[in-house]
């Protein structure tokens, strides 16, 4: 297996599967709130369930279905759930299979990520239907004379204002930030630089034109969204940086740093000269302007997603090794709940006027192959 196909692989199946002044180190977190489950309510809703978003304008939570892989794979399709009830209220069928998803509220539109097509597929929120689909990149043939695309997609940022979306193209040979014109529903550029590994983290800081990438060779990478390249990289002391939430108000960024003993070790074997020097299972905070470690904050088994509500000062993390979501403090870094959503909690997205959570949760092992994954609604 060559460098670039096993590093796919082994970060694929993670990531598909993907205040200023607190001193750098690790948060005390010895008042930490117990475990909480009666906030908690839980949903199977389809098989293969990736990412989810919440729509103020529609109140509705619309979540992705791959539907799975193999022989007894469900149809591609993004599901429509009542915010309450989290029951199915519209199945919306895709062409293509869906995994990371978007939301532009203010133009109902729903971006979805078809990671392995590399394309986005436009789902119109109002009417329910899928009305367009990107195609980021053509296939190639190989040396082994077969057709495939180079690069896979994960995360994607939208810019409302102005009419931008932004999907990371990952490739051990050089990921990239595509970027499509959401009016025309055309791929306008593609730029290059964001690291010769996965870049599994995104976030966009529309209002000073920045987006800022994480990487799997513990890379910041920030993209000026005017100058169209890349503007800043720095090295970060996360081995591992997974999802990224960005602070509007300050010049924070929270990055979950995974921890995965799959790629650590295959780093190791691959990287000369690699040294691990954290085990990982934290949340960093940066100073984004230089990539500096502002404070690390444990979490349990597997953090992957993030999500900051930043007026109430709360940030949430998916434990996917765990099946939890903790809640910390974002001011003075204090654990302050733990939910409790086994298996694998995956996306998250936010009700910011009810204060609900809700969590997109993946099967494990032992659960029966082919069966429903879920959705859960946590009341905060």
């Known amino acids: ?41 839980r949903q199977a809703i389809a ?32 599901l429509r759930l009542n915010p309450t009830t989290l029951a199915v209220e519209t199945r919306i069928p895709l062409e293509r299979k869906a995994f990371g998803v978007v939301l532009d509220d203010a133009h109902n539109r729903l971006y979805v990520g078809n990671t ?38 994960r995360e994607l940022v939208v810019d409302s204002a102005a009419n931008r979306l932004y999907v990371t193209g990952h490739s051990g040979e050089g990921s990239v930030l595509f970027v499509v014109d959401t009016t025309t529903l055309k791929l306008i550029d593609t730029i290059p630089g964001l690291g010769k590994a996965k870049a599994p983290g995104l976030a966009l800081d529309a209002a000073n034109k920045r987006v800022y990438t994480s990487n799997l060779l513990a890379d910041l990478v920030v993209v ?32 979950t740093d995974q921890g995965s003993a799959m790629i650590r070790d295959y780093v190791t074997k691959s990287s000369e000269g690699f040294v691990s020097k954290h085990p990982g299972q934290r949340v960093l905070v940066l100073d984004r302007s230089t990539g500096k470690e502002l404070a690390s904050l444990p979490t349990d088994a597997g953090p992957l997603g ?18 939890t979501v903790t809640a910390y403090d974002s001011a003075s870094y204090k654990k302050v709940a733990t939910y ?12 910011a006027k009810n204060n609900v959570l809700f969590v997109s949760i993946k099967n494990g092992e032992k659960d029966a192959k082919g069966s429903e994954e879920s959705v859960a609604r946590i009341q905060l």
Do not use: C, W
Not at 229 to 250: F, R, S, T, Y
Not at 306 to 323: C, F, H, Q, S
Not at 342 to 351: E, G, I, Q, R, V
């Open 224 to 255: 000026g969204t005017d100058s169209k390249k890349v503007v800043a990289q720095h090295k970060i002391a996360a081995e591992q940086p997974m999802n990224i939430a960005l602070d509007p108000d300050g010049k924070r960024l929270f990055v």
């Open 47 to 78: 098989q293969g369930l990736y990412e989810l978003a919440y729509s103020p304008a529609q109140n509705a939570v619309f979540v992705a279905s791959s539907g799975g892989f193999g022989d007894n794979a469900g149809p591609s399709q993004v």
């Open 306 to 323: 993030i999500l900051l509500d930043a007026p109430r000062k709360r940030l949430y993390v998916t434990n996917r090794e765990g099946g």
């Open 340 to 351: 409790a959503v086994p298996t694998h909690p995956n996306s998250l997205a936010l009700d």
């Open 116 to 153: 392995v097509d590399t394309s986005v597929t436009v789902v119109d929120t109002a009417q329910n239907k899928a009305i367009g689909t990107v195609q980021l990149m053509e296939k190639k043939v190989g040396k082994d004379g077969k057709a495939g695309y180079t690069h896979d997609l």
């Open 1 to 41: 297996m060559t460098r670039h196909s096993a590093f796919r692989s082994a970060a694929l199946a993670v990531a598909i599967s993907l205040s200023v002044g607190a001193p750098a180190a690790f948060a005390d977190n010895a008042t930490a709130a117990p475990a909480a489950s009666t906030a908690v309510q």
